[in-house]
């Protein structure tokens, strides 16, 4: 396709309304016409009500984040207009759920040619008898209004619903039908979607792990439910029929990750996770794996703190605590990725690493790609993943060492009830077979030999890499999410052959990157930090490791992502 195709589609209502389902099935359709998807997911922490929207951005070149500027905006009520006039312009199309009242002639007065009015839940009820398919109707209008493919949509409905019976299936089909001949009659579709070939998959970040977990061997995943690593814990669950899996949803966080040391030591693949306030809780546990070095992957989902801060929203502020958390000198990968793409691939090496090394491996990650919904390319699924320095065989006189000093740091492991595989481990330093000591000597030779890990590790990390023109006016750096944002923003600046800006995304945080990163750095004429914390938690971490110094940087640390338009029109503002 020479020219980019784009659509914007955003609905709002309250909970209960089924706007997320709604939005999810607005990205499967976008997926399927071939186009690139990216589903943001906004709602509060409430029981019930509150206001929530799902927003689907879809290009036929790259859609790796939401944008401000809608073309369509659907709002089951008045609340819709107060909550995103910033993202209406003259030309978004509005449509209104008339069943939640007349609108102020007068208040609306500006927006009048771009309002639409369709009454989805009475509309509904006439058709299917209840108001519950009130939101298929939705999809019913925005397909006229986006010249979707009706085929794909159809069968989208029947996939989606395929459990609830052929019952609730019809219902949401003439749901749909009802809405889309209403929308008929209002006026001309504002596009015209585009079909080529669907080559892509679209996952969350939190499932893009999952699959990852499964396709590297996980065996055993233990975890509380904590906004936003809940989803993960679903995922597995639901594939405990498929694969040689356990999920064990835990009774707190202190038994999720001593249930998962506990299955690891017994030899299986574990894993781990949660959010920061519930991660606090592990921190102890983290000290032990590492003493006793029992491999481990653990997810930190970032949301905004501290303590409970804003239970459903975004931040990326648990660096400095990740990277530090457990007490006395312990080994540590803290895995940063970015894209759901790039949570697959990082997933799995987290695996790799922490059973060849015998230590714990943070996916750190967030809110805002956890819960959203992006497409990429279908990753290779099968994968060998043979076990590291499981021993086959001990010496039969017993004189098997557990914790031996080897060059690498690395020593052989054997699990429970390995002939001749006998090992004492617990949370005591100790010598090289595992007997608690309080020597000097082999106080100093396990320390050392933990730590020269770390040598081997460095070599086997995810590098940082750049984004966009090899030179520009400005480099972003960024670790995490936001760059998928950056990357954005880069692409749009392309379109218009403008190369004010690349990106240096930070895959990787620990142990940190210095020669690549510095490499990077110094091609930059002008570096500015980009993060969603308060504190430049990224920036002191690299400031600690190089002495790389940044021109500036923005941060954003109210519970909201960072848009490609706020990113540009801060370069504008600052390009002199």
């Known amino acids: 396709m020479k020219t980019t195709f784009t659509l914007n589609w955003k609905i709002a209502g309250q909970a209960g309304e089924g706007v997320m389902v709604i939005s999810k099935m607005m990205a499967k359709i976008c997926k399927r016409h071939g186009l690139q998807a990216f589903n943001y997911l906004e709602y ?47 030309k978004t199309l509005i449509i209104y759920n008339s069943d939640a009242g007349p609108l102020d002639k007068k208040e609306y007065s500006h927006l009048t040619k771009n309002i639409v009015e369709i009454p989805f839940r009475s509309l509904t009820k006439e058709k299917t008898g209840s108001f519950n398919a009130a939101n298929i109707a939705v999809l019913g209008a925005s397909a006229y209004f986006l010249g979707f493919n009706l085929k794909i949509v159809r069968k989208i409905i ?33 596009k015209q979607t585009p079909q080529v070939e669907d080559d892509q998959i679209l996952l969350t970040g939190n499932e893009a792990v999952g699959l990852a977990a499964i396709a ?35 009774e707190d966080e202190i038994g999720a990750i001593n249930h998962a040391l506990g299955a690891s030591f017994a030899g299986v693949r574990a894993m781990t996770g949660s959010s920061g306030g519930g991660f606090a809780l592990m921190a102890e546990s983290v000290s032990f794996a590492s003493m006793a070095e029992i491999p481990l992957v653990i997810l930190e989902a970032q949301r905004k703190g501290p303590a409970t801060g804003l239970p459903t929203w975004t931040e990326q502020a648990d660096l400095s605590f990740v990277l530090t958390a457990g007490h006395g000198d312990l080994q540590r990968v803290v895995f940063t990725p970015g894209t759901v793409a790039e949570h697959f691939e990082l997933t799995i090496k987290a695996f790799y690493l922490a059973e060849k090394y015998q230590i714990p491996v943070f996916i750190l990650s967030d809110k805002f ?72 000597t082999p106080t100093i030779a396990q320390v ?43 692409h749009q600046q392309s379109l218009s052959k403008k190369k004010t800006v690349n990106a240096i995304h930070l895959p990787t945080m620990w142990p940190f990157p210095k020669k690549e990163f510095t490499r990077l750095a110094k091609l930059a004429k002008k570096l500015v930090m980009v993060e969603g914390n308060q504190s430049g938690q990224g920036e002191r971490l690299i400031s600690q490791e190089t002495e790389v110094v940044f021109t500036d940087r923005i941060h954003r640390y109210d519970g909201r992502p960072f848009y490609a338009e706020d990113l540009q029109s801060w370069l504008e503002k600052n390009s002199k």
Request: charged share 25%; hydrophobic share 30%.
């Open 44 to 90: 509060p922490s409430l029981i019930k009500g509150g206001h929530q929207t799902g927003q689907v951005f879809a290009s036929s070149k790259q859609a790796s984040c939401q944008k401000k500027d809608l073309d369509i905006l659907v709002t089951f009520n008045k609340n819709g207009f107060k909550e995103h006039q910033d993202e209406i312009t003259s």
């Open 158 to 190: 029947r996939d989606e619903f395929a459990g609830k019976g052929e019952k609730i299936i019809k219902d949401d089909l003439l749901a749909f039908k009802a809405g889309f001949a209403f929308a008929k009659k209002l006026g001309q579709p504002l």
């Open 216 to 250: 590297a061997g996980v065996q055993f995943y233990s975890a509380y439910p904590m906004t936003p690593a809940t989803a993960l814990l679903h995922y597995l669950a639901s594939q405990q029929e498929n694969y040689p899996l356990i999920v064990k949803h835990s």
């Open 369 to 440: 790609i956890l819960e959203s919904h992006q497409t990429m390319t279908q990753p290779e699924l099968k994968h060998n993943h043979p076990r590291q320095n499981m021993i086959k065989s001990a010496p039969k006189d017993s004189s098997f060492r557990r914790y031996k000093a080897t060059k690498t740091g690395v020593s052989p492991r054997s699990i429970p009830g390995q002939k001749y595989g006998l090992q004492l481990t617990n949370s005591y330093e100790h010598d090289e077979f595992g007997f608690g000591t309080e020597e000097i």
């Open 448 to 490: 050392d030999k933990r730590t020269r890990k770390m040598d081997s590790i460095a070599k086997e990390i995810a590098q940082p890499y750049l984004v966009g023109p090899k030179e520009a006016e400005t480099t972003f750096v960024c670790w995490g999410s936001t760059i998928n944002v950056v990357s954005q923003l880069i």
